[in-house]
């Protein structure tokens, strides 16, 4: 059974700082791609960064230079890394995988940014 838990969500300055992590279980971690998309109110989810098993990595042009994904396989941990934060970052940021062909989400963390 595959389970995303996402963690590290909250209030934050724009400017400011925050670290999302993503525990996974269920799958061979090393070798899947993990994205972090977020979905803001009214709008579509969107991806927001992605990365290969091999480590290489893609992100939306609204946050390059600015976010940063990384994985630690020994953890079975995807992160993201935000600075600058904008208050059009503001967001639930979900978590994502694929197994099969199928698609699997985390519940999702909150971040808000204040401006």
């Known amino acids: 059974q595959v389970q995303l838990v996402e963690s590290g969500g909250g209030l934050v300055q724009a400017g400011g700082s925050l670290r999302l992590s993503c525990l996974a279980s269920?799958?061979?971690?090393?070798?899947?791609?993990m994205g972090w998309y977020r979905q803001a109110p009214g709008k579509q989810r969107e991806l927001v960064a992605r990365?290969?098993?091999?480590?290489?990595?893609m992100y939306a042009d609204s946050v390059k230079g600015r976010f940063t994904i990384s994985r630690d396989n020994a953890k079975n941990t995807v992160y993201l890394q935000m600075n600058s934060l904008k208050p059009e970052d503001t967001a639930v940021y979900y978590c994502?995988?694929?197994?099969?062909?199928?698609?699997?989400w985390g519940q999702g963390t909150q971040v808000t940014v204040s401006s």
């Open positions: 990365i290969t098993g091999g480590g290489s990595t």
């Open positions: 994502n995988t694929g197994l099969y062909g199928a698609d699997y």
């Open positions: 269920g799958i061979i971690f090393r070798i899947n791609a």
